[in-house]
Every structure is written in structure tokens, then in C-alpha cells.
């Protein structure tokens, strides 16, 4: 049999393993005695020591401390047990108890009793703990990776899983909470915009990449979503001005005659060149537009009336520049401008003007907003844009 000295420190050992199956075994070969009754007074004082902080009776800290004088006590106990002689039972040391006292305490055998209480004491002072610690700790750090991922949703679930735990701090994981969820509607935003984007509606990609923006400022995606759509804008502005000054330049450069022009149109309509006599900063060019050129989908833009296929030009910028480009419409069955006729305009300041048809004075009017409307004499609808104004 051993020694006390050793028995004792091998309790200790095993105990500080977490192995207390085998601590419950090494006591009961020792067949041990007098411990029944402080067994049961640990269990308690553990039990309510483990209520006491779920309702927050204590704090954390107060329950660790309290638990560390448990098991000070428990190793106390361990140390100053008296062994039973082997072949005593525990049953002949309950009937020896009516006659025996020792120190204050009745002399009680182990029993079985005693063994269940023990080991299931130190299974919940040492074993339990450390277990859902290391849950905890296998739960937070799975949290932290999907978060690191950028995998929110995945990463929220985890955290909140986490606070669920018995612990002290939780700051870090509603932190990170809150994060998840923010990051969650950025990437909404994000991702309705790459939608709009991939679909060259370039105005709506970038009001959302911006109004992401405003959800998570230092996100990288939507920054540089609103980098590829402004890019993405200025270039085929550019190339509409372009084909505008080529189409323009075009009609400048014929001397007399007649221009076919496909306007992306069946009703493609014959244009008839006008004369470009007057002053510099004024000049002006007048195109006839059959009725069915007023047929097509757009109207009011210059770059509207050149095609109709514009779907991706009219999603994306903000005004077109017409240039010195005048359009009219003439009544059916009206005289028609021609032969050596010509036509001039003359600004006369704060929007108003003055039309002239061989000098003479056709209708003075004023502008509404940038397209001019005239209807008087043989003139039924006119449709004008001033050179170098923005259309918006």
C-alpha cells in the first residue's frame, strides 16, 4: 500500500490532468474514510457558487476566486484523509459511527456515496470548466477566420454563438457583431451596383457604388467600382462628341446639294443643307427634318436625333453639346425654305433672338429653357439649340 505522502501527490497529479477517473479509482483501492461528509459540503458550496454567478450575484472574478478555495479544500481533503484498514467495509464503518468521534467529526467509512460525490466534484471544478473553454476558444477563433475571409453572414452567426458563453467579456464579439452587419449592407450595395455596372447603366452603378460608400468609407471594391464607371462615362462621352464633330463637319464642308445620312432609323430622312452666311458667333446651320424624323424615340437631344440606338449614350452622360446646329419642322404643305434664301439668327441678350429670312424679320422670341418653340406664319414648329450650350 502506499504512503500517504505519495497517495496525495498523485491525487494531485491527476487532478491537475483532468484525469479523475483514474483519481476515483487510486481512492477507492485506498478504501478511504471520513470524507463523506465534506465531500457533500464542497458539492454545495460549488453548486452555489455556479448559481450565484449565471444570475450575477457575483461577477466572474469573485466565482473564480471562490472555486480556487474549493479546490484548495478539496486537495486538503485529499491530504489529511485517514486510510481504512483494507477488508473493512463501508457498511461495518457506518455502524462504528454511533460509537466513534474523532476531532469534532464522525468517523463515516467512504462508502459509495462518497465516491460518486467526489468524483462528480471534481469532474465539474476541473473537467467541465476547461471543456467548454476550449469550445469557446475553437468557436472564436472559427469566427475570427470567416470574418478575415470577408465571409460576414457566416462570421455573425459565429459570434453570436459565442456570447452565448458564460464569459466575462463580451465588448469583442458585439464589436464584431456590429462590424459584420455593417459590412453585410455595404456589400449589398456593392453588389447591386456590379449588377447595374455589368448592364452599362452606368449613372445608377455609380449612385450605388457611392451610397455604398457612405455605409463602409474605406471600402476598396466600391472605390474602385466608381473609379471604372466615371472611366467608363468620360470615354463614351468622348466618343459621341467625337462622331458629332465628324457628322457636323460633314455637313459644313458640302458646298450645295443634298446629304443622305443614316440615322439608325427606317424613317431615315433626307437632309437638305442651309446657308451659312452671318457673323462668326453666330453661325448657324438649318436642317430640314421630314415628318418622319420626328417619329424617332428620342427628340430632344441632339445625339437623340442622330440615332436611335443610343440606349448606352442616354444612360450615360449628362448633357450633349449640339454645337451651331438648328432643326425645324415645317407644316405639311408649307412653303419650304431654298433657292437663294437666307437665314440667319441674331441674339439679342437675356435668351431672346431674332430670326431673319433675307433680312427681313421672320419672328423675334424668346427661348425657353435651351430648345426655342416657334409657331407664327408659315412656320409650325421650330426646334433650335444654341452653339455651345449644354444640353441637359
Known amino acids: 500500500m502506499q504512503d500517504k505522502q505519495d497517495l496525495t501527490r498523485k491525487v494531485k497529479e491527476l487532478i491537475s490532468a483532468n484525469q479523475t477517473a483514474r483519481a476515483l479509482e487510486l481512492l477507492a483501492k485506498e478504501q478511504l474514510s471520513d470524507i463523506d461528509r465534506q465531500v457533500i459540503m464542497l458539492n454545495n458550496r460549488y453548486n452555489k457558487v455556479i448559481d450565484d454567478q449565471r444570475l450575477g450575484i457575483i461577477d466572474?472574478?469573485?466565482?473564480?476566486?471562490?472555486?480556487?478555495?474549493?479546490?484548495?479544500?478539496?486537495?486538503?481533503?485529499?491530504?489529511?484523509?485517514?486510510?481504512?484498514?483494507?477488508?473493512?467495509?463501508?457498511?461495518?464503518?457506518?455502524?462504528?459511527?454511533?460509537?466513534?468521534?474523532?476531532?469534532?467529526?464522525?468517523?463515516?467509512?467512504?462508502?459509495?456515496?462518497?465516491?460518486?460525490?467526489?468524483?462528480?466534484?471534481?469532474?465539474?471544478?476541473?473537467?467541465?470548466?476547461?471543456?467548454?473553454?476550449?469550445?469557446?476558444?475553437?468557436?472564436?477563433?472559427?469566427?475570427?477566420?470567416?470574418?478575415?475571409?470577408?465571409?460576414?453572414?457566416?462570421a455573425k452567426a459565429k459570434y453570436e454563438a459565442v456570447l452565448k458563453f458564460d464569459i466575462s467579456d463580451k465588448a469583442y464579439a458585439e464589436r464584431k457583431i456590429d462590424t459584420c452587419e455593417n459590412r453585410i449592407k455595404y456589400l449589398e450595395m456593392y453588389d447591386e451596383g456590379k449588377a447595374m455596372e455589368a448592364e452599362k447603366k452606368w449613372q445608377d452603378a455609380l449612385a450605388k457604388y457611392k451610397l455604398a460608400l457612405t455605409i463602409y468609407g474605406e471600402g476598396k471594391e466600391a472605390s474602385q467600382g466608381v473609379e471604372r464607371v466615371e472611366a467608363a462615362i468620360t470615354a463614351v462621352k468622348n466618343s459621341w462628341e467625337e462622331k458629332f464633330i465628324d457628322k457636323y463637319t460633314v455637313f459644313k464642308d458640302a458646298e450645295t446639294g443634298k446629304v443622305l445620312t443614316a440615322l439608325g432609323s427606317q424613317n431615315a430622312s433626307e437632309l437638305q443643307l442651309g446657308d451659312y452666311r452671318g457673323e462668326a458667333s453666330q453661325l448657324f446651320k438649318l436642317v430640314r427634318l421630314q415628318d418622319g424624323l420626328f417619329a424617332l424615340e428620342c427628340k430632344i437631344k441632339y445625339g437623340q436625333l442622330?440615332?436611335?440606338?443610343?440606349?448606352?449614350?442616354?444612360?450615360?452622360?449628362?448633357?450633349?453639346?449640339?454645337?451651331?446646329?438648328?432643326?425645324?419642322?415645317?407644316?405639311?404643305?408649307?412653303?419650304?425654305?431654298?433657292?437663294?434664301?437666307?437665314?440667319?439668327?441674331?441674339s439679342l441678350g437675356d435668351n431672346k433672338f431674332r430670326i431673319q429670312n433675307n433680312n427681313s424679320d421672320l419672328y423675334i422670341g424668346e427661348s425657353s429653357g435651351k430648345i426655342f418653340q416657334l409657331s407664327k406664319g408659315e412656320c409650325k414648329t421650330w426646334l433650335l439649340y444654341l452653339e455651345g450650350e449644354k444640353q441637359k
Open 306 to 346: 442622330l440615332t436611335t440606338s443610343r440606349t448606352d449614350y442616354n444612360s450615360t452622360i449628362e448633357y450633349s453639346k449640339p454645337g451651331p446646329l438648328w432643326l425645324y419642322q415645317w407644316a405639311a404643305g408649307d412653303q419650304k425654305p431654298g433657292g437663294n434664301q437666307t437665314w440667319k439668327m441674331i
Open 60 to 154: 466572474d472574478h469573485s466565482a473564480r476566486l471562490e472555486l480556487n478555495k474549493i479546490n484548495l479544500s478539496l486537495l486538503d481533503l485529499a491530504e489529511s484523509i485517514d486510510k481504512k484498514p483494507k477488508g473493512v467495509s463501508s457498511d461495518v464503518a457506518v455502524d462504528q459511527a454511533a460509537g466513534r468521534k474523532s476531532s469534532g467529526l464522525i468517523k463515516l467509512g467512504i462508502g459509495f456515496t462518497g465516491l460518486v460525490l467526489m468524483g462528480f466534484l471534481l469532474f465539474r471544478l476541473f473537467v467541465i470548466p476547461n471543456e467548454k473553454h476550449k469550445q469557446y476558444e475553437v468557436l472564436l477563433n472559427k469566427a475570427d477566420s470567416l470574418y478575415s475571409h470577408l465571409q460576414y453572414e457566416q
